[in-house]
């Protein structure tokens, strides 16, 4: 039986975090003091209206950008101790990214997109190719891998982006606003898998969005405006999920 | 490992085809240009790269076989006195005023004055015995087939050099020379061409040594005896390198290869650079979306280097071809064109030393790709 939401170790952890940036001389704030727990097995979204500072966060949380104050502990890891090399080394073995731009080379097939990043784990390349087939076909690509992202669709490169982001199996995976450019059906399959990874692998999956369709599949959104958090709550979904597990648990 | 350098190459072609038409350039350029220049001043040292001899023996200094003087033919008993040596012969070099049967006005020719004898050592390479022998006949002249023209002259015809009547006997081949045409006559008349010869004078003598390697330490031994005369010897090979270098160096030839290789260098790495500069900005989201999954900076740049080399190899590969090509048209027609592999290896060593410094350039671009630039 799963354990209770609460009882779960924060996988992702930021204390106290504050940035600004400086443009033509005037600095301007745009994270206040932003204290977080994410946990992991989760889908949480971090929504909010442009230039809130959700996706600057999102960059803090996953190492990318370093915050002028405050603490970042991602699975036990201070990462504001880490130089560029170690942080990279990190990334590497911990973390996947999805982006909003699907990010796919045009001369590599969807199979050898996966298999890039897989290729600097070290691994045999038979694992490499086995894992991105996998990888591949957990989000449905299994008859299109040898096609390049000029034969796909929007909906289908960000399936290859995602399977490409998840075949290393990391414990932490940051997506920003993978489903924008998308239309309704394709943003609903991102979202089932996004979910399904986080439920089925245990992965922290920390997503920023602000997308209404996402907010009512994720299990906690978190909402910022002005760079401070200003609720933070279990969605609809997962309240009906965590209650109908209580139930089960009575 | 994905071939991401090489997919890439192949899949966007069009991008890369600037760069790899200008390494293809700059290499052939440089092909060409070393290819022509040593093709035509070689032909100032044929007098010893076509002859058999391998010590040559002049007037001290001489910096060219075309600049040589006179010295006391007697030092042929000191070249003969030496066990080693197994032949020795005279060599008379002159400058001549050549009329020929046509209408020609004067030209300048380089009177060679050679041994006709069966096993003569001078133009071994060029002249079969029966043809040396046609030397001969008092003024008899043999004259290279791509200088027929200059000359105004077909086999058999009459001419006059230095005002003496002359007859072309024979023809022959790889002959032709620098600033002038080379005639080959026998040593008898050739001192009738020039009166200003005195019969115990010679330009040079050259000699046929027992083992061929050998013929360093004889030139050593030779060079320090002075008791026929002042006199310089040189091995063929040195004093074909010292006449080559007179004449690339003293004309500014040398200066003149070096200064456009320098602009090859320079134009071909402005574009093969802008190319690369280009092709990586173009994937720089790729780029950087790799290194938010935790692919190295390293391993990055080692991308965009391996693409620079594939770039100079492919470059190269056209430059080499059509190179082959070009050359091969040249030799049909005669142009003096002439390469050692070790120039080729130092031409297409430097057109990849371009695609690399090019490729260096390009890893600049790099910096842009920063991850947290895509969360925007």
């Not at chain 2, 991308?303 to 048209?329: P, Y």
Request: glycine share 10%; hydrophobic share 45%.
């Amino acid at each position: 039986m799963k354990p209770l939401r609460s009882a779960i170790p924060a996988t992702l952890q930021a204390s106290n975090i504050r940035k600004s940036f400086i443009a033509g001389g005037v600095t301007t704030p745009v994270l206040h003091d932003v204290n977080l727990a994410i946990r992991p097995g989760e889908l949480t979204l971090i929504s909010g209206p442009s230039g809130c500072g959700k996706s600057t966060l999102l960059a803090i949380l996953s190492g990318l950008q370093r915050p002028e104050q405050g603490r970042v502990t991602a699975l036990g890891h201070d990462l504001g101790k880490l130089d560029t090399h170690e942080l990279e080394k990190f990334r590497l073995q911990h973390t996947g990214f999805i982006f909003q731009g699907f990010n796919l080379f045009p001369a590599l097939n969807a199979l050898q997109q996966v298999e890039l990043p897989l290729s600097y784990l070290g691994l045999s390349a038979k694992d490499v190719t086995r894992r991105a087939t996998q990888a591949l076909e957990d989000v449905g690509l299994g008859p299109r891998m040898h096609l390049r992202p000029s034969e796909l669709s929007g909906g289908e490169k960000q399936r290859v982006a995602i399977a490409r982001a998840v075949a290393k199996e990391p414990e932490l995976l940051f997506a920003d606003e993978p489903t924008s450019a998308l239309d309704a059906a394709n943003g609903q399959i991102i979202i089932d898998i996004l979910h399904k990874i986080a439920r089925n692998r245990g992965t922290t999956v920390l997503c920023v969005s602000h997308d209404p369709r996402l907010i009512n599949h994720s299990d906690r959104v978190l909402t910022i405006e002005d760079g401070r958090i200003l609720a933070d709550h279990a969605s609809f979904s997962h309240a009906i999920n965590i209650a109908s597990k209580k139930e089960h648990v009575l | 490992m994905v071939a991401l350098a090489r997919q890439t190459l192949l899949y966007e072609w069009r991008r890369f085809l600037p760069a790899i038409i200008a390494v293809g350039f700059a290499g052939l350029l440089q092909l060409l240009q070393v290819g022509l220049v040593t093709g035509i001043f070689s032909s100032a040292s044929v007098y010893i790269t076509r002859s058999a001899a391998d010590v040559w023996v002049g007037f001290p200094g001489t910096q060219s076989v075309n600049l040589g003087r006179t010295i006391d033919a007697g030092v042929e008993m000191r070249l003969r006195m030496d066990p080693d040596i197994t032949r020795v012969e005279q060599f008379q070099w002159l400058d001549a005023d050549w009329r020929g049967a046509r209408d020609t006005g004067g030209v300048s020719v380089f009177v060679s004055g050679i041994e006709t004898g069966p096993r003569g050592l001078m133009f071994q390479q060029l002249l079969s015995t029966p043809l040396r022998a046609l030397l001969n006949e008092p003024g008899a002249v043999i004259v290279d087939r791509a200088d027929l023209v200059t000359l105004g002259v077909n086999l058999g015809d009459v001419a006059t050099i230095n005002g003496r009547r002359v007859h072309v006997v024979g023809i022959t081949g790889g002959l032709r020379a620098l600033g002038g045409v080379n005639v080959l006559t026998a040593l008898s008349t050739a001192r009738l061409l020039d009166t200003a010869i005195v019969s115990d004078r010679t330009t040079y003598l050259v000699a046929k040594v027992r083992d061929p390697a050998q013929a360093d330490a004889v030139a050593g031994r030779l060079e320090g005896a002075t008791a026929f005369g002042s006199y310089a010897v040189w091995t063929a090979e040195q004093f074909a390198h010292r006449s080559q270098m007179y004449w690339i160096f003293d004309t500014g030839a040398g200066a003149g290869v070096l200064f456009m290789a320098a602009i090859v260098f320079l134009v071909g790495a402005v574009i093969t650079s802008q190319t690369l500069v280009a092709a990586v900005a173009g994937s720089i989201r790729e780029y950087a979306t790799l290194n938010a999954l935790g692919v190295g900076v390293n391993a990055l740049r080692k991308v965009v280097m391996e693409q620079a080399f594939w770039v100079g190899a492919i470059g190269l590969l056209g430059s080499s071809i059509l190179a082959c090509g070009l050359f091969a048209i040249a030799w049909h027609f005669n142009v003096p064109v002439e390469i050692s592999p070790a120039a080729v290896g130092a031409c297409l060593l430097l057109s990849m030393i371009l695609a690399l410094v090019s490729g260096l350039a390009a890893i600049r671009t790099l910096r842009q790709a920063d991850p947290a630039s895509l969360l925007r």
